[in-house]
Each structure stands twice: as C-alpha cells, then as structure tokens.
C-alpha cells in the first residue's frame, strides 16, 4: 500500500518570503501521479499542481513549483513571493495511474501553512 | 459552471443514529468519491462509485455504504453513528475518460459531520 508522509505539521513565514513545503512517499509502483493540494478555512480542496512521475521535468504553476526526486521518492512544494491568501493547509496526495483498480487519492497529514504579514 | 455541491454543509447526530450525505458532482462528472477528513487530518478514501456501482472501498466498515442515482449525484449513509464518526465528508468528482490526464478531482466543501 502506498503511504505519504508530510513531516512538517506547521510552518510560519513572512509576506513575500519563499517558503519550502516536504513531502515524501513510499510506493512500489514506476508510474504515478502526485499532487498538492491546498485546504483554505472555506474547507474545499484546491489543486496547487500535478507531477507525472514519468516525467522528470518538475512541474510549475506561476509561483508554485515542485522538486520532483523520484528516486528518493520526495516531493516538495515550492512557493515564492507568498502571499497572504497562501495561508491554509497543504496537503500531498499520491494516486495510481488509470487502468490499475479505482483512482483514489492517498493523503498525507498535512501542512498548516501560515503567512504573516 | 457549478461546481461539486454537497449538502447539508454542517450536521449534529447522536451515538447510534443513523446519516445521510449528499453530493452533486461537477457537471459533466461522472465518478464520485467520498472521502473522511477528521480533524487535523488528511482524508481518507471511503469508496468510489461509477455507472451507480461501487467500484472500490477503501478501509471503512459496513456501516458506510452509498448510492450513485442515474443523474451521477451520490448518497453516503452511515448506520449506527459512533462518536469517532465525527469529521468532514468530502466528495469528489471527475470524468472517467479524463483520468488519463489526471488532473486529480474536483472537491465540494464538504459536510461537517458533528455526533454526540
């Protein structure tokens, strides 16, 4: 069975700074998809960004990035110039590829994020 | 364009009740999936329903079970309500013939379920 781990339960910056987010999983499987996810108080999940595992090109949505370790099985978000709308829980999720039983998302514990001004 | 909505969006029973959770998906979704978040948690995977079948269950006892309608709106029932039952209720939805590209899901905001 798969497992993510996030290790850090919370972390606290200033306005502007970058801010590093850690995940790591464990899998046996070569093809994967990995995910973060953000959990504002509103309580919906919101996709931050996607990594397809067969690609070793680290994926970017504006100031969001992964650093995508395959080998070491880490996943870490990156985010620059945070904003204060940033704040929220940050979850890493894993998911098989289609074609191998139901897709579901296995989560970690998450990541209370918070960004003072 | 709506998105996933689920009702009722917060919900008080006592030990031994039982509940109903509603959700709609995402329009042109046709695959729901429930999950539990209890608190300072990450979710977990309840079941997934396609083509108004179950199609995988993750580690949950027979106390949960769900119902997919013909319009690819879902049901979640839990009988005989403990007080560890306590948590949110998300769903999720997506389009089969989409998962290829894997975009993750699409959640609603869930259903805060409060038993006492």
């Known amino acids: 069975a798969q497992t993510v781990t996030q290790s850090q339960p919370e972390m606290s910056v200033q306005e502007a700074e970058t801010v590093t987010l850690s995940c790591t999983y464990d899998?046996?499987?070569?093809?994967?998809?990995l995910f973060w996810y953000k959990q504002p108080p509103s309580r919906q999940m919101i996709l931050v960004i996607r990594?397809?595992?067969?690609?070793?090109q680290n994926a970017t949505e504006n100031r969001f990035s992964v650093n995508f370790q395959k080998a070491a099985k880490s996943f870490s978000l990156k985010i620059s110039d945070s904003q204060l709308g940033d704040t929220a829980m940050y979850f890493c999720?894993?998911?098989?590829?289609?074609?191998?039983?139901?897709?579901?998302?296995?989560f970690g514990q998450g990541t209370r994020l918070t960004i003072n001004p | 364009d709506a998105g996933v909505t689920q009702s009722p969006t917060h919900l008080i029973k006592t030990r031994g009740q039982q509940v109903t959770l509603r959700c709609s998906p995402k329009s042109g979704h046709d695959t729901v999936s429930w999950y539990q978040q209890a608190l300072g948690q990450g979710p977990q995977f309840i079941f997934q329903y396609y083509e108004e079948e179950e199609r995988q269950r993750g580690n949950f006892p027979d106390r949960f079970s769900g119902h997919q309608f013909p319009n690819y709106s879902s049901e979640l029932n839990v009988n005989a309500l403990l007080l560890g039952d306590s948590a949110l209720y998300l769903c999720?939805?997506?389009?089969?013939?989409?998962?290829?590209?894997?975009?993750?899901?699409?959640f609603g905001s869930g259903t805060r379920l409060t038993v006492v």
């Open positions: 899998t046996s499987e070569s093809n994967y998809y």
């Open positions: 990594q397809e595992a067969y690609k070793q």
């Open positions: 999720a894993f998911m098989k590829p289609r074609g191998q039983g139901a897709q579901k998302l296995v």
């Open positions: 999720a939805s997506s389009r089969r013939d989409s998962l290829s590209s894997n975009y993750g899901y699409t």
